[in-house]
């Protein structure tokens, strides 16, 4: 017979979800993972395969943790810009595991909508509103989601790394001016000619 497992996946998951959010995903280690919990290395793998699985699951539970953040938004109007001043309080409050989600490094560069689909069920609630809210069709709620993301994305990315601190009324201020200014040329039809990339010339 198997060993009984001596602790719960969830149990696992939970404490190396701490490890990555106070040290940093580096900082996981099966040992590291063990002494946290109190043992051996060797519990964890009666439960999961390996650490990747564990890495795999610390990632998704870190998403759990940021939907937490974005269901806040659901009380405030507008709601979209309540939701990027929530990705903005995650950056600041849980920078490890913003840089975790957001700032992980990538073996090959990918297009928008792989980052769309790895963003989970909060992006694509994020387009619903904005298609309701300002009476968009889905591709100009896609575009206004995609660069109001892009700018915030930055802003966060600024606060994780401590490059650059702001105060929540400048944080609001620059959401308010990005959104505002991308919105104007959507409604306009001009936004896709503003935003295209020039051809070099040979």
Known sequence: MPPKPKFTR???I??????????????????ELGAALGSSARPIFTVFKNMEEVLRE???????????????????????????????????????LY????MSEKPEATTFDDVFRNLGEVAVQCVEVIQQDYQLSYDD??????????????VGALIATGMCRFSQEDVQDMLSREFVSMLTLIKSGRA???????????
């Open 10 to 12: 969830q149990q696992i």
């Open 14 to 31: 939970d404490a190396a979800l701490e490890i990555a959010a106070e040290r940093g995903i580096r900082a996981l280690t099966s040992r």
């Open 58 to 96: 610390v990632r998704n539970a870190a998403l759990a943790r940021f939907a937490e953040y974005a269901k806040k938004a659901e009380h405030f109007k507008p709601v979209f810009k309540q939701m990027g001043l929530q990705m903005i309080m995650f950056a600041a409050e849980q920078p490890k």
């Open 99 to 102: 840089r975790l989600l957001y």
């Open 141 to 154: 709620a896609m575009l206004l989601f995609r660069h109001s993301w892009i700018y915030t994305y930055g």
């Open 192 to 202: 896709n000619t503003c935003t295209t990339i020039p051809k070099e010339e040979n």
